[in-house]
């Protein structure tokens, strides 16, 4: 794992030497790689690379990069892990390649000379990289389909700066911090920012499972080679594929080949284990593939002691069976508060969720590892939210009653105000938005309301905003087409809260602490195996995955908790005690996205001046 950076000055004779602008960006992503640096610059200066590294795989300065490979004309800079670069390294050596490295950055020099962007179609991991072409004098810029890995970038007319992050875009001084509506709106709805969008105008995410080419005559249209609403849209339309539930004996071979493909590393690696199924499943098959020394880490809150939602005991007495090397680590109040500045500062984006990451993956560092697997995804593809069964009641239950939509409007409008005394003030939208499951899933997932946000910003900007994200447009996009409700619910999970939020945060909050987050669920070959028993509508369940990998029952029988702080509790007992009404999780968010390193109306609020936010 690692931190990119660049700059192909395509356009006009450069003023400014591309290297200065490149040392700012990746400097500025330190702690995405703490085991060292490197440059490259081309002979003309106009195109140069930038790399952090975090040393996981080959740890021999033969793996540094950026890395050329003088005989093809190709340099890379590469952030994340391929996780059957050993299979692949195989298949080049056969057709006459040579390599100077174990590592799996080589492979993917070699595999573009064999293949051009047809590599993608070879790759299993997670990843986003930048890969100079000099004969074509062609810059690539790639994704990998889940969007695991970011990779933002900047385009002024004649230069294109990438990075892995959007603060090392900003560090580089020639991208200018202005505010992008549609940023700012989909944060306040959301609770993240939805991509391709940053708080920026001018820097966007390139799209998960996406490239994009930059040639002297500038950036190419992003061409998409995979997305997860294509692969089960495929997958839906195929036909003749095998109806049904996989059995246990498939499902398991399914599984511990993927978590078999993510120990791969020449680091000792540990599993964030909680209470939870999905944790225990991959470090019951993580043991069962022969892992030796496996580390396990378990954060638990004092608030929580005694309650369902202490994951503690469960999670120690599940480390004693698979015998691991375990870490309890009990966080307070005090933590969250001391913990705070670096937290916000670190925080590439703003977002509400993710300070559970950053703390576990403060402890890993502590402990000196490098490598965490997450059980992220496996609620995404085996159905583990209650918006899977209650979605799908709900949006039935409405297109019985079909509320006119005018009656909708009326009781949002009337209610609206009061209703935030008992509930969220977001249900007031239940009638006018509940009839679609674009609408149902905006409610769900969503922190404010299109009609709340002239409340929180101008109104222009709101209007400006709103127009160009094209929200329900774009929730229908990700599941036009597919058959069922389920199906559609899980490309909406996958594409949009696990994606935006989830992915993001792991990604951000581990590299805070220089850690490597895997997420073993997230695997392509999985996808496509689970995808016909959700288009047939015969899911597998978390009982069937956990019963294939031989979870303890009392684990597997588990009331759902998640993995949670009690970030709300430690937030409001800052606040004034004159305020009687909070509103939680969205004076939350009105708190992060002041404070947040990364956005152009940061500071406008003490970072410990946390009852400023009292509704």
Same mark, same amino acid.
């Given at each position: 794992?690692? +931190?990119?950076a660049?700059?192909y000055?395509?356009g /006009?004779?450069?003023?400014?030497?591309a290297?200065?602008?490149?040392?700012?960006m990746r400097?500025a992503?330190?702690?995405r790689?703490?085991?060292?640096?490197?440059?490259?610059?081309s002979?003309?200066?106009?195109?140069?690379?930038g790399h952090?590294r975090?040393?996981?795989?080959d740890?021999?300065e033969?793996a540094?990069q950026?890395?050329?490979?003088q005989d093809l004309?190709?340099?890379? $800079?590469f952030n994340?892990?391929i996780?059957?670069?050993?299979?692949?390294?195989r /298949?080049l050596?056969?057709?006459g390649y040579r390599?100077t490295?174990?590592g799996d950055?080589?492979?993917?020099? /070699?595999?573009?000379a064999?293949y051009?962007?047809?590599m993608?179609?070879?790759?299993?991991?997670?990843?986003?990289f930048?890969l100079?072409?000099?004969r074509?004098?062609?810059?690539?810029? $790639?994704?990998d389909?889940?969007?695991?890995?970011?990779?933002y970038?900047?385009?002024?007319?004649?230069e294109i700066?990438?990075a892995?992050?959007?603060k090392?875009?900003?560090?580089?001084g020639?991208?200018p911090?202005?505010?992008d509506?549609a940023?700012?709106?989909?944060?306040?709805?959301?609770g993240?920012v939805?991509e391709?969008?940053t708080?920026f105008?001018?820097?966007r995410?390139?799209r998960?499972?996406?490239?994009m080419t930059?040639t002297?005559k500038g950036?190419?249209?992003e061409?998409?080679?995979?997305?997860?609403p294509?692969v089960m849209?495929? @997958? $839906?339309t195929?036909?003749g594929?095998?109806?049904?539930t996989?059995n246990s004996?498939?499902?398991?071979?399914l599984?511990f080949?993927?978590?078999?493909?993510h120990?791969?590393?020449?680091?000792?690696i540990?599993?964030f284990l909680?209470?939870?199924?999905?944790s225990n499943v991959?470090?019951?098959l993580?043991r069962q593939?022969g892992q030796q020394?496996?580390?396990?880490?378990?954060?638990?809150?004092t608030?929580?002691?005694?309650t369902?939602?202490?994951?503690v005991?469960?999670?120690?007495?599940?480390a004693?069976l698979y015998? @691991?090397?375990? /870490?309890?680590v009990?966080? @307070?109040a005090g933590d969250f508060m001391?913990?705070?500045?670096g937290?916000?500062?670190a925080?590439?984006?703003?977002?509400i969720?993710g300070?559970n990451?950053?703390?576990?993956s403060?402890?890993a560092?502590?402990l000196?590892?490098?490598v965490c697997?997450s059980?992220?995804?496996?609620?995404?593809?085996?159905?583990?939210?209650?918006s899977?069964?209650n979605i799908?009641?709900?949006v039935?239950?409405m297109?019985v009653?079909k509320?006119p939509?005018?009656? +909708?409007?009326?009781?949002?409008y009337?209610?609206?105000?009061w209703?935030?005394?008992f509930?969220s003030p977001?249900?007031?939208?239940?009638?006018?938005?509940?009839?679609?499951l674009e609408g149902?899933?905006?409610?769900?997932r969503?922190l404010f309301?299109?009609?709340?946000?002239?409340?929180?910003?101008?109104?222009?900007?709101?209007?400006d905003?709103w127009?160009?994200?094209?929200?329900?447009?774009?929730?229908r996009d990700t599941?036009?087409?597919?058959?069922?409700?389920? @199906?559609?619910?899980?490309s909406l999970?996958?594409?949009?809260?696990?994606?935006?939020?989830?992915?993001?945060?792991a990604?951000?909050?581990?590299? $805070?602490?220089s850690i490597?987050?895997?997420?073993?669920?997230?695997d392509l070959?999985?996808?496509r195996?689970?995808a016909p028993?959700w288009?047939?509508n015969t899911?597998?369940?978390k009982a069937?995955v956990?019963?294939?990998?031989?979870?303890p029952?009392?684990?597997?029988q588990r009331?759902?908790?998640?993995?949670?702080t009690?970030?709300?509790?430690?937030?409001?007992a800052q606040r004034?005690p004159?305020?009687r009404?909070?509103?939680g999780?969205?004076?939350w968010?009105?708190y992060?996205?002041t404070?947040?390193?990364n956005?152009?109306?940061a500071?406008?609020?003490e970072?410990?001046?946390l009852?400023?936010y009292?509704?």
């Open positions: 794992m690692c +931190g990119i660049g700059i000055k395509y /006009q004779p450069p003023t400014l030497d290297v200065v602008e490149v040392r700012a400097d992503m330190v702690s790689g703490p085991d060292g640096s490197g440059e490259w610059v002979e003309d200066r106009r195109v140069a690379m952090r975090l040393s996981i795989i740890l021999s033969a540094a950026p890395m050329t490979a004309g190709l340099t890379i $800079a994340g892990e996780y059957n670069y050993r299979d692949l390294r /298949q050596s056969a057709r390599s490295s174990s950055t080589e492979v993917l020099l /070699q595999l573009y064999e051009g962007v047809g993608f179609d070879h790759l299993r991991g997670m990843y986003a930048a100079w072409d000099s074509r004098r062609t810059l690539l810029l $790639a994704r389909p889940f969007g695991i890995k970011p990779i970038y900047s385009d002024n007319g004649h700066r990438f892995s992050q959007v090392a875009l900003l560090a580089s020639g991208v911090p202005r505010p509506p940023g700012h709106v989909g944060f306040y709805l959301w993240s939805p391709p969008f708080l105008r001018n820097i995410a390139l998960p499972g996406s490239f930059i002297d950036p190419k249209e061409v998409s080679f995979c997305s997860v294509q849209l495929e @997958t $839906a195929m036909g594929f095998q109806s049904g996989l004996e498939r499902l398991r071979e599984l080949d993927v978590v078999s493909h120990l791969v590393a020449d680091v000792p540990a599993v909680s209470a939870g199924i999905d991959i470090t019951s993580a593939c020394k496996l580390h396990s880490l378990t954060v638990g809150f608030e929580f002691r005694g369902e939602r202490d994951e005991p469960l999670a120690e007495s599940a004693r015998e @691991t090397a375990h /870490q309890t009990i966080a @307070t001391d913990d705070l500045p937290f916000l500062t925080m590439d984006q703003p977002t969720d300070f990451v950053y703390c576990v403060k402890i560092a502590t000196g590892l490098k697997l059980g992220l995804g496996g609620d995404e593809f085996f159905g583990g939210y209650n899977f069964i799908p009641k709900f039935n239950a297109r009653l509320p939509r005018s009656l +909708g409007r009326a009781f949002r009337v209610s609206s105000k209703l935030g005394a509930t977001k249900y007031a939208g239940i009638f006018e938005l509940g009839r679609d149902a899933y905006l409610l769900r969503g309301m299109p009609w709340e946000l002239p409340g929180l910003m101008p109104p222009e900007m709101v209007r905003g127009s160009e994200l094209a929200t329900m447009d774009r929730l599941f036009d087409g597919l058959p069922n409700i389920k @199906t559609r619910l899980g999970e996958l594409s949009w809260y696990m994606r935006n939020q989830l992915l993001r945060d990604d951000w909050a581990g590299m $805070a602490h490597e987050i895997r997420v073993p669920f997230l070959p999985l996808l195996a689970v028993s288009i047939t899911p597998i369940s069937n956990a019963q294939a990998s031989s979870v029952a009392q684990i597997a009331k759902k908790s998640g993995f949670s009690p970030v709300m509790e430690w937030f409001l004034n004159v305020c009404q909070a509103r999780l969205r004076d968010a009105r992060v996205i404070q947040s390193g956005n152009p109306t500071g406008s609020v970072p410990t001046n009852h400023a009292c509704s």
